[in-house]
């Protein structure tokens, strides 16, 4: 099961990085659609570099990237006690312009 929702989550990527370089090349910039396409996965790797190296991204007027580690804990499951691990969940929060 986990390994369908990483292909769902590739593909979103793919087609995210696909699109904006499409905007990217019709909104009047000279570039060609392989110089955006490239453009954009260098910013989603930059992103991502930096998040996964303890440092948040944040953009302005768009949001802020980031890492939040979550504590070990219990938690109660179909009348069981169970034990949730700690991780660390890659999180977005949306600038005060982006939400309207």
Known sequence: MAK???KTKSATTVTLARELAEHMTGAGMRCSKTAAKDAVGFLFDQIVAHV?????????GFGTF?????KARTMKAFGKTV??????????????????
């Open 4 to 6: 369908a929702k990483a």
């Open 52 to 60: 996964k190296g303890g440092h948040p991204v944040r953009i302005k």
């Open 66 to 70: 980031r890492v939040r580690a979550t």
């Open 83 to 100: 034990r949730v691990k700690a991780k660390k969940k890659f999180v977005f929060r949306p600038s005060s312009e982006l939400k309207g």
